[in-house]
């Protein structure tokens, strides 16, 4: 037996116990996760910063707070959040509801190898602070994940990109083992002529720029009329020096690629491009300055592949129409992102695309909504998480009816023989849609007894004659 199939093995032998059942249990772990959080904070933020030069100040915002904001608590309706939400409108998907069976999961935890600091503190803490065996940390690259792969789960959660996300769900199907991918993509961000360039390009520079442009879901490129276009260059490039001051590379709010491989990867991209803004490298220290390229083909390389870095096309469109049509010759992005103060205009952008999310006139900002579902459609991944929907996508939605051994009667109406009257009845109270709720069961009921009436009498006639 392999190292990986002895965790998986160990993890499902404690489930399998029953120790992970009792409420108070996952309540325990939950604090203690809460916990470990607050005791190693300065751990974590070393961590961090030594993958990817992020400050402390950043690190906690970004990555601390985010996660801590998506605690499952009471369930409530969406729209409550920050007070840096208010005047927003948000709504979500309509929440299952029913007898539904919840049962504690044991949990093999496999961090990203590519961010190794922070995936060997994992693997080092989380065992101080939870169930080991039911919450067990396995860390390698290619070779360990292949091999963990092999191994029969209830359920997968990946987060990356839609080539491994193949792969995961490949290695899933031979067990038929449902997935969740969020798998990022190329997140498209329009921005109308109808619009407060200096306030959209704010936010846009924000997002885009954060955490070096490393996050699945930063505006990927830009669509605009041409005539704007140059005003949206000036407006970013002041916000960039309002960000990060005259010498980026000394700013401490500015971080690096995750590593060499991908600053070459991200490098290749502007090969050929028209640098409007930035394009200063340095390999040592994997630093890429901020950067804008304008007038972008939509054939050009850097338009087929999430950049996952901060370098910002703008491809010219006339219209919302040929921006519309624009986003559908693509795959389904994981964000999408319009700026406009034409509020039809928005809506007609939500309903004509597809889109994991979507932030009208902001970026990102729904991702931090725990009463809103997180996840991406077709191309960029499926299943949603955060907030009650972790809860919900880790649970098995299982039906229960459990009725009486009475009033066998009833049920005539669904016993053979059929007859043409069991059938009229049938149509005419389930067609009529009376089978809802309480009335639905009192309508069927009353079903049952006129029906059983029905043969009754009919039986009566025939043994008459």
């Not at 729209?79 to 948000?90: F, Q, R, Y």
């Not at 792969?149 to 067990?175: E, P, W």
């Not at 997180?374 to 939605?397: P, R």
Request: some cysteine.
């Amino acid at each position: 037996m392999g190292r990986m199939a002895e965790v998986v093995g160990r993890a499902r032998a404690a489930f399998s116990s029953g120790r992970s059942r009792p409420l108070e249990f996952r309540l325990q772990q939950l604090k203690n996760l809460e916990r470990m959080v607050q005791e190693k904070e300065r751990e974590i933020l070393a961590a961090i910063g030594a993958d990817l030069h992020k400050c402390g100040r950043n690190a906690y915002s970004h990555e601390i707070m985010g996660g801590a904001g998506g605690s499952v608590r009471q369930p409530r309706a969406a729209g409550g959040g920050p007070a840096s939400l208010m005047g927003v409108c948000v709504g979500a998907r309509e929440e299952h509801e029913g007898c539904v069976c919840l049962l504690g999961n044991a949990v093999v935890v496999k961090p990203s190898e590519i961010s190794e600091h922070t995936s060997q503190l994992i693997a080092n803490i989380l065992p101080q602070y939870l169930d080991p065996e039911l919450y067990p940390v396995v860390t390698g690259g290619v070779p360990e994940t292949t091999e963990l792969l092999t191994q029969r789960f209830d359920h997968i959660l990946y987060t990356g990109n839609s080539a491994v996300g193949k792969i995961v769900m490949a290695a899933a199907a031979k067990h038929l083992t449902p997935v969740t991918l969020e798998l990022g993509g190329k997140s498209p961000c329009y921005i109308d002529t109808d619009c407060d360039l200096a306030i959209a390009c704010r936010r846009i520079t924000w997002g885009k720029y954060m955490n070096c442009g490393q996050t699945c879901i930063a505006p990927d490129y830009i669509l605009c009329h041409p005539s704007i276009q140059s005003q949206v260059v000036e407006n970013i490039k002041a916000t960039l020096q309002e960000f990060y001051g005259e010498d980026v590379k000394k700013c401490p709010d500015y971080e690096r690629i995750i590593n060499k491989r991908h600053f070459k990867r991200i490098t290749s991209l502007l090969e050929g491009q028209k640098i409007a803004h930035g394009g200063e490298t340095d390999e040592a220290s994997c630093f890429i300055a901020p950067t804008i390229l304008t007038d972008v083909s939509a054939e050009s390389k850097v338009m087929e592949e999430e950049i996952f870095g901060p370098v910002l096309p703008i491809v010219s469109v006339k219209n919302v129409d040929e921006a519309i049509e624009f986003i559908n010759r693509r795959e389904k992005p994981l964000a999408l992102y319009v700026f406009s103060n034409d509020k039809k205009l928005i809506k007609r952008v939500i309903s004509e695309t597809s889109s994991g999310g979507v932030t009208g006139n902001d970026v990102i900002m729904h991702f931090f909504l725990s009463t809103l579902p997180f996840g991406g459609v077709g191309n960029s991944g499926m299943g949603a998480y955060h907030g009650k929907h972790s809860f919900d996508t880790f649970s098995h939605h299982r039906s229960c009816l459990i009725k009486d051994l009475k009033m066998e009667g009833t049920n005539t109406v669904r016993y053979p023989p059929s007859s043409q009257k069991k059938l009229d009845w049938a149509k005419f109270f389930i067609l009529k849609r009376f089978n809802k709720g309480r009335l639905g069961l009192i309508m069927l009921a009353l079903l049952g007894v006129v029906a059983a009436v029905v043969i009754k009498v009919s039986c009566g006639s025939l043994l008459s004659t």
